[in-house]
């Protein structure tokens, strides 16, 4: 009786945690499912019909309207207007399409900032932004916001239960650099009193005896205006980043309560982010209220010019880093906006290489994605975005190359959701080596604020550490500092400079448990607010790592840098940790040029029944911590593949998925057992191959 009663409490429990995931949102059979952007107030209603109608022969699944739309739901203050999309609405009903709706916030319409004009965020040189643009409003701003609440209102109210409707996008991109406006000034003295408290707690915190930047109270704090000023305290902007981004988050989450008030629990929200590279302006886990996240990519537009096709494709980093990152946000993710053809923003757009938007779209999938989407239907004869492909072209109604990719890919999705079988496990030798990569904003922030070398690229060493996983085939998650480590076999920590006590004793955890743990250099010289310790050089890490650092050294552009590790001599070039390892430590790789030589670039450590590995060293072609960390896997029995650059390979839901960014045709090694569903052993460039083992 009493086991029944613990079972029946244990299914319950399992029941609640499912139903408070995004997973509840999407059925696992469907695997993910394809839609694209509709913009019906851009064409006479005469030809919704016929684009509806096309749209659901080309397989998609679903539209996704109305993030630019203010204007046409809200004509003239307090007046609504939403005849137009209860039409397009019916429409999709009827050609079993699915909609995404989004609040039109990006784009308020003339008369409201007429009215209002303080609306408008401010740029560097207190200049208000104007209207003739989007995402032009501060997101400090009450008036702003009482706007929003009536329109989400009015949204929310009209369509939070039309099951027409799966979900709704707040915004879109939403993204910030710092706003100068005086709301934003407001707000951050507020933001600052809340996390202060006294105006002495905030003197310390920003370092303020320095140059008698010291405050007397609140009322004088303004934004550190970086145009202006020489040498400003790298605390105080830290906090102005992180006001910045919450400022965001906040006006994000405002939205999503007010949709929150009237849509039924069926209904999805979330936001579609931009890619994350270096110094942006928001930060997805920053926000309470979203069911889910969702990026934005275009792959080609100008990039990679090595002489090679991949300006034609891109480059495999940034989707497979999407993929990883937006996925660890909630354990589920969409893709809102992936490049269908040429665009026209680039500095020069090249056509994408045919079969590259096939690859990027199951490059997606194989991340886990529940959602792909692709911005826009219908190529634009109009605005600033001509020349700019759809999937659609200028006619209206002829596929473009990529309009036929994704119908290519729409249907083998379809074959393969016949093949999904729910009951199959991920393969051991996957789940073996899971990584965790603990990364946050802020970390990457504060290294941007003082590089110590025009060489550092902070965004750049976090990705190394994500290909050099993929390269060995290890599934990765980007970790934060509240996430439960031991889900994981490995556990990279790469320049993490900002550390309290908390994160390295659970990081000390991880390993005496059995983890394996690798710090790189940059790691824990700091506290939170990026004050450097009244201790040793990053002494806090010493017991951690095993050893001391004991200074750090940068080469010049011209000048290499000499290691040996393990026989092999490699180069560095961009950071070195000098260390110096304690007993019982061992020395991997020592400098073996420079008034250093002989000592120390890399240590590894027992640390109960796991390990610690410390890279202190950072090379441009990334081949020295390649080694270091094949070795950690390789030491703990963990077993791995050796993908090339450009080749990556993942699992999700009993499919194993391969694509190429690589010029050349790769040769996939593929077991007995292997059932190709889609593609050839042989991948060619770009290519991708999926299949069952
Ligand atoms: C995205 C944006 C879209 C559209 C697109 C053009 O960044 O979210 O609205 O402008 O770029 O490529």
């Avoid at 096309?54 to 609504?80: C, D, Q, T, V």
């Avoid at 329109?151 to 650099?177: C, F, H, S």
């Avoid at 354990?331 to 053809?341: D, K, S, T």
Wanted: aromatic share 14%; hydrophobic share 35%.
């Amino acid at each position: 009786m009493l086991k029944k009663l613990l079972f029946a409490l244990a299914l319950l429990a399992t029941i609640k945690s499912y139903s408070q995931t995004a997973q509840r949102f999407f059925s696992k059979e469907k695997l993910t499912q394809t839609g694209v952007y509709y913009y019906p107030e851009h064409w006479p209603e005469t030809q919704w019909e016929r684009d509806i109608k096309n749209i659901a022969k080309l397989g998609f699944e679903y539209i996704h309207m109305s993030e630019f739309a203010w204007a046409f739901m809200e004509p003239e203050e307090g007046k609504y207007d939403f005849r137009w999309l209860d039409k397009v609405i019916d429409l999709a009903g009827k050609n079993n399409l699915k909609v995404v709706l989004c609040t039109p916030t990006p784009t308020p319409p003339a008369w409201l900032v007429t009215k209002h004009p303080e609306v408008f965020l401010q740029n560097n040189i207190y200049q208000p932004m104007e209207h003739l643009s989007r995402g032009n409003y501060s997101t400090s701003s009450d008036i702003y916001k009482e706007y929003t609440e009536k329109i989400v209102t009015q949204l929310a109210k009209r369509y939070g239960k039309d099951n027409r409707v799966m979900g709704w996008q707040l915004d879109n991109e939403p993204a910030r650099d710092i706003d100068f406006s005086p709301a934003a000034q407001e707000k951050f003295r507020e933001w600052l009193k809340k996390k202060y408290g006294t105006i002495d707690a905030l003197n310390k915190a920003w370092g303020a005896a320095f140059w008698s930047n010291m405050y007397n109270n609140f009322d004088q704090v303004r934004i550190p205006n970086q145009r202006l000023l020489y040498g400003v305290s790298p605390h105080a902007l830290l906090d102005s980043k992180r006001f910045s981004v919450e400022q965001l988050a906040a006006s994000l989450d405002f939205q999503a309560q007010t949709l929150r008030r009237y849509i039924s629990e069926k209904q999805w929200i979330m936001t579609n982010y931009m890619t994350i590279g270096n110094n942006v302006g928001y930060d997805p886990s920053r926000t309470k209220h979203l069911d889910f996240t969702s990026y934005t990519n275009y792959p080609a537009a100008g990039y990679n010019d090595n002489g090679s096709k991949s300006f034609r494709m891109g480059s495999m980093t940034p989707l497979t880093f999407s993929n990883d990152y937006h996925r660890s946000v909630k354990g589920v993710y969409g893709v809102m906006e992936l490049q269908p053809g040429q665009v026209n923003w680039g500095p020069i757009n090249p056509q994408p290489e045919p079969g590259a938007v096939h690859m990027w779209l199951w490059h997606t999938f194989a991340g886990g994605t529940s959602l792909n989407c692709t911005y826009r239907y219908r190529q634009p004869l109009y605005g600033s975005e001509l020349y700019h492909y759809g999937i659609v072209g200028t006619d209206g109604v002829t596929p473009s190359r990529g309009g036929l990719e994704f119908a290519q890919y729409i249907t083998e999705v379809n074959k393969l959701r016949k093949q999904y079988n729910a009951k199959k496990a991920a393969p051991q030798k996957y789940v073996a080596r899971k990584t965790a990569i603990l990364s946050t904003m802020d970390n990457l922030w504060d290294q941007d604020l003082q590089k110590q070398t025009t060489q550092w690229n902070p965004f750049e060493h976090l990705m190394k550490y994500l290909r050099i996983a993929k390269a060995l085939g290890a599934p990765v998650d980007f970790v934060r500092e509240d996430a439960d480590f031991s889900n994981y076999k490995v556990l990279m920590v790469p320049a993490y400079q900002l550390v309290d006590q908390a994160i390295i004793t659970k990081i000390q955890k991880f390993a005496e448990n059995g983890g394996q743990v690798i710090l790189t250099c940059r790691t824990g010289h700091k506290d939170k607010n990026g004050h450097l310790w009244e201790a040793k050089w990053a002494e806090p890490i010493y017991k951690l790592i095993g050893a001391e650092v004991q200074f750090f050294d940068l080469m010049m552009p011209n000048t290499e840098g000499k290691i040996s590790m393990a026989g092999t001599e490699y180069n560095w070039n961009n950071w070195g940790d000098i260390l110096k390892p304690f007993a019982g430590t061992e020395s991997l790789a020592k400098y073996t040029n420079q008034f250093y030589a002989g000592q120390t670039a890399v240590t590894k450590v027992k640390q109960g029944k796991g390990t610690v590995t410390y890279i202190g060293v950072d090379t441009d072609t990334g081949d020295l911590e390649k080694a270091a960390v094949r070795k950690v896997y390789a030491d703990a029995g963990i077993a791995t593949e050796d993908y090339p650059a450009g080749i990556n390979v993942e699992y999700r839901d009993g499919f194993w998925v391969a694509v190429n960014y690589t010029s050349q045709p790769f040769n996939l090694n593929l077991p007995a057992n292997a059932k190709i569903l889609v593609g050839e052993k042989v991948l060619p460039s770009p290519g991708v191959t999926v299949w069952t083992e």
